[in-house]
């Protein structure tokens, strides 16, 4: 998979059958201002996955969510050379707002196990680690994410999922490349995907991060 552009604990992880992998997102909650709610994502081999923490689980200085995806699926099988990623938003429970958000990236290295990353901490710069910050941008009414595919290496490429998110909300298809790529000039295919409501956590805006993921395993 490609991604075009991620003390004490309470307890979300859970045991790793043999056809799985996880995905430990380890979230630094010492700078968040007595967090209530938090909203946390995850992508990986072409899957999706959203889970919530409430108050009872946000008592700590940090706490650890655990995803487990298959393997492999109808598209893809996970390898050391795929990537993923998740984000932490921390959203005011009276209004379901977000208040501030923390996302990372990173490359699978135990695709048969637990890849465990940080969110919360490090630099704002980078997507290896990053600290929790707000977004004051202006609202962008459904934004469309067109995401370009060069392929001229891989013209016997046939399936392939695309999946976008933005501000926890996620878009994905499955297109037939090998078809769009016979129509294509340029070796390229484009797959807009459309973001036509507002997500749950508020509207996006400028200076939302968003990803774009695609996957195959041809």
Do not use: W
Not at 81 to 88: G, I, K, N, Q, T
């Amino acid at each position: 998979m490609m991604i075009l552009t991620f003390s004490l604990f309470s307890a979300h992880n859970q045991a790793i059958a043999a056809d799985k992998f996880s995905i430990d997102a380890k979230i630094n909650l010492k700078k968040l201002n007595n967090p209530t709610k938090l909203k946390v994502v995850a992508s990986a081999n072409g899957d999706t996955q959203v889970k919530s923490l409430e108050a009872d689980d946000l008592n700590s200085k940090s706490t650890t969510v655990s995803f487990a995806f298959d393997q492999k699926n109808d598209v893809v099988t996970a390898g050391s050379r795929d990537e993923y990623f998740a984000c932490a938003y921390d959203i005011n429970s009276v209004t379901n707002l977000m208040i501030s958000y923390s996302c990372v990236e990173g490359n699978i290295e135990n695709a048969d196990g637990k890849n465990t990353i940080n969110l919360g901490s490090g630099s704002e710069n980078t997507l290896s680690t990053g600290s929790f910050k707000p977004v004051k941008g202006g609202d962008i009414d459904k934004p469309t994410i067109r995401v370009a595919i060069p392929l001229s290496d891989r013209k016997d490429v046939k399936e392939i999922t695309v999946v976008t998110m933005i501000k926890g909300e996620f878009e994905s298809r499955t297109i037939d490349a090998h078809k769009l790529l016979k129509q294509s000039d340029h070796n390229t295919i484009i797959v807009p995907l459309s973001y036509d409501k507002s997500p749950e956590i508020g509207p996006i805006q400028e200076g939302d991060l968003f990803f774009a993921c695609v996957s195959s395993d041809d």
